[in-house]
């Protein structure tokens, strides 16, 4: 099977790049199935159920979001309705949360791919373990038994944290991927187990700026420790940001993992196939 995950959509720039290069992307790499982190697509906080309509439009299976889940208060009530988009999964159990945290879904072919947001805590507002909620998580639709392909996207600050969650499920997951930095990480790999890994996929948006910022404002807030202007995502050419993954059938293991990148300020790379 080929997988895809493009990291955290910023804004305008973001959401541009996207759907200028998805369809194409889909179409040269004969990707079964593709996850888009789009927590940041709207003005850089949260999703609308417009945006979202348009990325699927474009070839995305599926969007996670993440710790700006409900910045726009509409997806409180449009992700009861729509099953391709899920938030953090571990939640702190017993409270009436919105959507899902993982979820099932099943090709034209009858594989099935599953897809779990893991939230980190590490320097983040505190959800509950995320290594207990991934195992919980796993324990739903077990990878070989139930589903053909795992992806978890971990949700998390700190990267110590990310590959730790990696090698806790290694051998359980077919790729466990790391966003919310919005910087691309150098260490794809396949763990010994089989389960393939990236600290971070990186932001698709525009790298002239400060995490997909405004430089500007940002540079303000940090040098004069005064008030600044609201944040606003930069709003020049974006980079489109992700991993590749191919699976072997038998297993779901991987048995590849490369970058991608277009466009944009940042050094292009794509795989062949």
């Not at 879904?105 to 373990?129: K, N």
């Not at 207990?132 to 392909?149: C, I, K, S, T």
Request: hydrophobic letters at 40%.
């Amino acid at each position: 099977m080929r997988l895809a995950f493009f990291g955290d959509i910023m804004g305008k720039s973001g959401r541009a790049v996207v759907m200028d290069n998805l369809p194409d992307v889909k179409f040269d790499l004969g990707l079964d199935f593709v996850v888009v982190n789009g927590e940041n697509a709207a003005g850089g906080f949260g999703m609308t159920e417009k945006i979202a309509n348009d990325i699927f439009d474009a070839g995305a299976d599926c969007i996670t979001l993440g710790n700006h889940s409900w910045d726009q208060r509409e997806m409180l009530t449009y992700i009861e309705r729509e099953p391709r988009i899920i938030r953090p999964y571990n939640y702190p159990q017993g409270l009436d949360i919105p959507g899902r945290g993982a979820q099932l879904y099943t090709l034209p072919d009858g594989r099935r791919v599953y897809v779990i947001q893991i939230h980190g805590r590490v320097f983040m507002d505190s959800l509950d373990d995320p290594f207990q909620g991934a195992l919980r998580a796993l324990q739903e639709a077990p990878l070989g038994v139930v589903a053909d392909a795992v992806i978890i996207e971990m949700h998390a600050e700190a990267t110590s944290e990310k590959a730790c969650l990696a090698h806790f499920v290694d051998g359980q997951a077919s790729l466990v991927v790391g966003a919310h930095t919005h910087i691309p990480s150098a260490d794809a790999q396949i763990y010994p187990g089989g389960t393939a890994y990236q600290t971070d996929a990186g932001m698709c948006g525009d790298y002239d700026s400060v995490i997909g910022m405004k430089k500007e404002i940002i540079i303000q807030r940090q040098t004069s420790r005064l008030p600044s202007p609201r944040m606003e995502p930069a709003e020049g050419p974006g980079t489109m940001c992700g991993v590749f993954v191919e699976t072997d059938d038998a297993t779901g293991l991987a048995t590849r993992i490369e970058p991608i990148r277009i466009g944009g300020r940042l050094k292009e790379t794509f795989p062949k196939v």
